[in-house]
């Protein structure tokens, strides 16, 4: 095959494939962003789900102590103790 064949396609070719490959870049570069806002969404998400676990267990740790008074206090008047 001859240069004089070659030299009209690559001429041709090569502007669309330099503005197929900037898209690309450009796309990417936002899908990155996306992605860094998506993280930091997810750990402020994160963090109210760790302080509102943190919380629960306090409030059942309480229920749990009320609770085994309650029985303990039962069981002493029944005179079913252990």
Known sequence: MKWDAV????TAYLPALLVVGYGVMINNRRVDDL???MHRS???L????ES???????KL????SVIDAR????????GIGQ
């Open 7 to 10: 030299l009209p396609l690559i």
């Open 42 to 44: 997810f750990d402020g």
């Open 52 to 58: 509102l676990e943190k919380l629960m267990t306090e």
């Open 35 to 37: 992605r860094l806002e």
């Open 61 to 64: 740790l309480r229920v749990e």
């Open 71 to 78: 029985l303990s206090h039962i069981e002493d008047k029944l």
């Open 46 to 49: 994160n963090q109210k789900f």
